[in-house]
């Protein structure tokens, strides 16, 4: 009786092996949506955009450049008017970026709680490993429009929340150094697309200058009272997006015939990453949630491939224990690679390196389960 036990959970083995995969891979590939819609529209009865959880929207050509609106060994100046609807304490969320291509990231205006967050690259080229950042503490609460300004000259950078600096920061550069670089605007979201805003853009300006304090305080009231600022001749900002359109695909640029804003159908994102190595992570509390759970996640895979693989009724040798390791890995490989397909998901390196640690924890977690339950014949014998 006991030998026809063994061999109906030699049966069943497979099938729960087979269905615990399924499961992983519906867990690591969902919602398989290749061209998700952008969650980007329109705002009701006001000049704005709205960016959803899933949104970004970018320049259609550099912005930044030698022979662009803002140009390097410059000053630079933006204003942008913003209504943030969520608070968000385990990320940072990027309301605007000074992207270059590839993994250049020269400068960031972003959230978090409900800080204004200013984050620049050291080098001018990468803002996961080397950067300087400075916030403005609780200037961006939930569903209140606020108007900021940034100006920097020669390393001087000055940050203004509704006309009043709120900060001055010494040697804090934001443009890049090289002067042969250029890079566009990417608005709503990091290039990668998976650091979201949310919340309305409802006026977007940059100029190739640095704005005083007084004209900061006069463009603040000026918008207050008639929806946008007032300039003298020869004083008008080198972009400026009042998106005044309402609707379609596209947000002019007023101070040109170039540089318009492209708001995309689909979550287009300008920078995929593949594999993302772990020290470029930010270890927010969200990225930590998600180790945990990608260690959990494959501790069943570990813990039913070894005890349908092993020999016999033995424990699991090591060469068992490294395939289905092995094979864990493959798997995790498999989904992560998938994922660079997939705009909503991210590929990561962490995950690899967490799922084939759940599925080994899985694998020895047999072991135990077979020396507790008192299956194992020889139960001296070590690995």
């Keep these: 009786m006991k030998a026809t036990g063994n061999r109906r959970e030699k049966k069943a083995l497979p099938l729960v092996c087979f269905a615990v995969t399924t499961a992983i891979l519906l867990a690591g590939l969902w919602p398989f949506n290749f061209r998700p819609r952008n969650e980007v529209t329109w705002v009701d009865g006001q000049n704005g955009i709205h960016f959803g959880q899933r949104g970004i929207a970018y320049s259609t050509e550099s912005v930044y450049g030698p022979r662009q609106a803002i140009r390097p060994g410059g000053a630079i100046s933006i204003e942008l008017v913003v209504r943030t609807a969520r608070e968000l304490d385990d990320s940072i969320a990027r309301i605007l970026t000074l992207y270059g291509g590839g993994n250049r990231q020269f400068f960031t205006l972003a959230q978090w709680k409900s800080h204004l967050v200013l984050r620049a690259a050291s080098q001018g080229n990468d803002l996961h490993r080397d950067f300087r950042e400075t916030e403005v503490e609780n200037v961006l609460p939930k569903n209140i429009t606020k108007f900021f300004t940034v100006t920097s000259q020669n390393g001087n950078t000055a940050i203004y929340a509704d006309g009043q600096m709120m900060r001055l920061i010494r040697n804090f550069p934001i443009l890049p150094t090289d002067s042969s670089a250029s890079g566009i605007f990417v608005l709503g979201n990091s290039p990668g697309g998976s650091k979201p805003w949310t919340g309305d853009l409802l006026f977007l300006a940059a100029y190739g200058r640095e704005l005083s304090a007084s004209e900061v305080l006069e463009h603040f009231r000026d918008w207050t009272k008639n929806g946008t600022p007032t300039w003298l001749p020869g004083e008008s900002p080198a972009l400026l997006y009042t998106f005044a359109e309402r609707t379609g695909a596209t947000s002019r640029n007023h101070s040109g015939p170039r540089n318009d804003l492209s708001i995309p159908a689909t979550f287009d994102v300008l920078n995929k990453i593949v594999l993302r190595p772990p020290w470029e992570e930010d270890f927010s509390r969200s990225f930590n949630r998600d180790l945990v759970v990608n260690i959990l996640g494959f501790l069943p895979f570990g813990f039913f491939f070894t005890a349908w693989l092993r020999i016999g009724d033995g424990f699991p040798s090591k060469s068992t224990i490294f ?33 084939i640690t759940g599925t080994i924890l899985g694998a020895y977690l047999t072991r135990w389960a077979l020396l507790v339950l008192g299956i194992e014949k020889n139960k001296g014998r070590q690995l």
């Design 323 to 355: 395939f289905v390791a092995a094979l864990g890995g493959t798997i995790s490989l498999t989904i992560e690679l998938l994922q660079t397909y997939l705009p909503t998901r991210s590929s990561q390196l962490s995950d690899v390196i967490c799922n």
